[in-house]
T-cell receptor, first 114, second 111 residues
């Protein structure tokens, strides 16, 4: 399968713990995006990378959130000191910026903070 | 915050009927895209229409864009039970490549 993959698919954690999610984009794609989606809502943009550079961050991305894409391939999203309000689906997408504006989404990581 | 609004929020039709969903947005855009999401899963790209285009077709999908009214519609013809899903419009603004999604339309196609 050459689509976008995300791990883990589900994560249950206790409030105050740190969690890290991983996204592996489609291999030739140079842009990688993170979105968050809560139940009954559309996805909300968090941040995106072009190659290894983080080019934009949403105001939704508090200082407890950090994302990296160290070699321009996979990316990680870390949430420190999780809160119940962080419970959501975290979606990763990738695109090949030079030829297409379409974003290809992974299956998401569902985070539940208890 | 979400830029777009989608109408209706929920739509229930019989197999074979057409389904029309509408999307409105607030700012200037480079393009508008429609995505489908099956329950609890990731989004699947359906179709993209650029700001200088007015209508686009792909299989059973027809998308229109009216930039003067800042609105778009998605028509699914001859619907099937497998079309049951949530449908989202997403706009790419003129300043960058982030997508801003609407709140979605939940489509149910009854066999």
């Amino acid at each position: 399968d050459t689509g976008v993959s995300q791990n883990p698919r589900h994560k249950i954690t206790k409030r105050g713990q740190n969690v890290t999610f991983r996204c592996d984009p489609i291999s030739e794609h140079n842009r990688l995006y993170w979105y968050r989606q809560t139940l009954g809502q559309g996805p909300e943009f968090l941040t995106y990378f072009q190659n290894e550079a983080q080019l934009e961050k949403s105001r939704l991305l508090s200082d407890r959130f950090s994302a990296e894409r160290p070699k321009g391939s996979f990316s990680t999203l870390e949430i420190q000191r999780t809160e119940q309000g962080d419970s959501a689906m975290y979606l990763c997408a990738s695109s090949l910026f030079t030829t297409s504006y379409e974003q290809y989404f992974g299956p998401g990581t569902r985070l539940t903070v208890t | 915050s979400q830029q777009g609004e989608e109408d209706p929020q929920a739509l229930s039709i019989q197999e074979g009927e057409n389904a029309t969903m509408n999307c409105s947005y607030k700012t200037s855009i480079n393009n508008l895209q429609w995505y489908r999401q099956n329950s609890g899963r990731g989004l699947v790209h359906l179709i993209l229409i650029r700001s200088n285009e007015r209508e686009k077709h792909s299989g059973r999908l027809r998308v229109t864009l009216d930039t003067s009214k800042k609105s778009s519609s998605l028509l699914i013809t001859a619907s099937r039970a497998a079309d049951t899903a949530s449908y989202f419009c997403a706009t790419e603004g003129t300043s960058g490549s982030r997508l801003t999604f609407g709140e979605g339309t939940q489509l149910t196609v009854n066999p």
